[in-house]
C-alpha cells in the first residue's frame, strides 16, 4: 500500500503539509495525489470516532446476521446493494459462514431498530432469516479504543 494512504488510514486529520514532511515530498505533490485517490474512489470518505458515552448520545446499534437466497443473474449482489441503501444500515458485508450477510444498525432506540428488521430488511424478497444481536459498549472502535489505557502503580510488597 502507498505510504501516504497508510498514513491517513491510521489518522485522516493530518494536514497535507504534515503528511509532506513525513513523506518527504512537497505538499503540492501531496495534495495532488490524495484528490487522485479521491477521484478514482480509493479514498471514500473520511471519519471521527467519537466517544458518544461522554457526548450523551444515545445510540442503539445492532449486528444482523441475514440468510438470503442468491438471485439467478445478481447472485447476492443485488440484495446486498438494496439492504445497504437504507439510511439505518451503517455497513453490509458479504460473509462466509452459517449467514450470507453481516448488517450494523443504528436506531435511536430499539424500536426503531425492531422496526426496521420486521418491516424493511424482513420483507425483502430473498431474505430467508435474521438474527438481531444488539451492541451494548463499545470498548474498541476502528482499531481506537475507548478508554484511554490506566497504568496503575502499585505500591512495592514488603515481607
Known amino acids: 500500500m502507498d505510504p501516504l494512504l497508510q498514513i491517513l488510514h491510521d489518522n485522516a486529520a493530518l494536514k497535507p ?3 509532506a514532511a513525513m513523506l518527504n515530498r512537497s505538499e503540492a505533490e501531496v495534495t495532488a495525489k490524495i484528490k487522485a ?5 480509493i479514498i471514500l470518505g473520511y471519519r471521527t470516532i467519537l466517544n458518544e458515552e461522554k457526548l450523551g448520545v444515545d445510540v442503539v446499534r ?4 441475514v440468510r438470503i437466497t442468491p438471485e439467478r443473474e445478481g447472485g447476492f449482489d443485488r440484495i446486498a446493494e438494496r439492504v445497504a441503501k437504507y439510511a439505518e444500515v451503517r455497513s453490509c458485508y458479504l460473509m462466509s459462514g452459517a449467514y450470507d450477510l453481516l448488517v450494523v444498525v443504528e436506531g435511536h432506540d430499539l424500536r426503531e431498530v425492531a422496526m426496521f428488521v420486521s418491516e424493511k430488511l424482513a ?3 430473498g431474505v430467508l432469516s435474521t438474527a438481531t444481536h444488539f451492541m451494548l459498549k463499545p470498548y474498541k472502535e476502528q482499531g481506537v479504543l475507548m478508554k484511554p ?3 496503575e502503580e502499585r505500591l512495592a510488597v514488603t515481607p
Open 17 to 19: 503539509a504534515q503528511l
Open 37 to 41: 485517490y479521491e477521484a478514482d474512489h
Open 62 to 65: 445492532a449486528v444482523i446476521e
Open 123 to 125: 420483507t425483502i424478497q
Open 149 to 151: 489505557e490506566r497504568h
